[in-house]
């Protein structure tokens, strides 16, 4: 079996400043992990994925994640947030790398972007 | 290429009365599931098919849940009769049969309110 906790389900930051959104995984064999981004009214967009390749994982819109077995986490940073950067994100895990199975979710953080 | 689609994009139904989702999934995508997004909870796994098989249903709450995938392109899910606990975002994702099966592109979800 496998699960994901998201640590915050609110995070708060100044635009221009470094944003972590944090994610610890349960998972019985080696997952894959994702996270996904949803805006406002819109679908899930997929910002980036880890399977099984390089830890360090960059994705697009200067989102990044890196994928640490020892702490069973994959933490989502980027170093300057942007306005257009508020939204809600779900860090993902997917059981076995090489499979088509269904994803497991975490509860999503709601990322706010200050002025 | 299109994404996934989904339609219709709303339903407002009364207790009792039938609904069908429909989605598209992504041209080639043998990989079709179903997930679903209660208010306050997070995206849970309902249903897998391949092709026009159900490989995974595990995730279906009940019987008044029908999928199906006739003929392993688009499918619909019907809720019937509907209760006040199936409102939500109901969303469809496809994944690829041969090479990076993990990654699910996700539609943009049916928002369906039951009175």
């Known amino acids: 079996a496998q699960s994901v906790t998201q640590l915050d389900s609110h995070v708060s930051v100044s635009e221009g400043t470094p944003v972590l959104l944090r994610c610890n995984y349960s998972?019985?064999?080696?997952?894959?992990l994702f996270w996904y981004v949803q805006h406002p009214n819109k679908g899930l967009q997929l910002l980036l994925k880890?399977?099984?390749?390089?830890?360090l994982v960059k994705g697009i819109n200067g989102f990044e994640a890196e994928f640490k077995k020892s702490e069973t986490s994959f933490h989502l940073t980027k170093p300057s947030a942007h306005m257009s950067d508020a939204a809600e994100y779900f860090c993902?895990?997917?059981?076995?790398?090489?499979?088509?199975?269904?994803?497991?979710f975490g509860t999503g953080t709601r990322l706010q972007v200050t002025l | 290429e299109a994404g996934v689609t989904q339609f219709p994009s709303h339903s407002v139904i009364e207790k009792g009365q039938t609904v069908t989702l429909r989605c598209d999934p992504i041209?080639?995508?043998?990989?079709l599931y179903w997930y679903r997004r209660v208010m306050g909870k997070e995206i849970k796994f309902l249903l897998h098919?391949?092709?026009?098989?159900?490989?995974?249903e595990s995730g279906m709450p009940n019987n008044r849940f029908l999928a199906e995938r006739t003929g392993g392109t688009y499918s619909t899910l019907k809720v019937q009769p509907a209760e006040l606990e199936d409102s939500g975002v109901y969303f469809c994702?496809?994944?690829?049969?041969?090479?990076?099966?993990?990654?699910?592109?996700f539609g943009p979800g049916t928002r369906l309110l039951v009175l």
């Open positions: 098919f391949v092709k026009e098989s159900k490989q995974d």
């Open positions: 998972s019985s064999y080696s997952p894959s």
């Open positions: 994702a496809s994944s690829q049969d041969l090479g990076d099966l993990q990654t699910q592109y």
């Open positions: 041209s080639g995508h043998d990989n």
């Open positions: 880890y399977t099984s390749a390089a830890t």
């Open positions: 993902v895990v997917s059981p076995r790398a090489g499979t088509a199975s269904k994803l497991t």
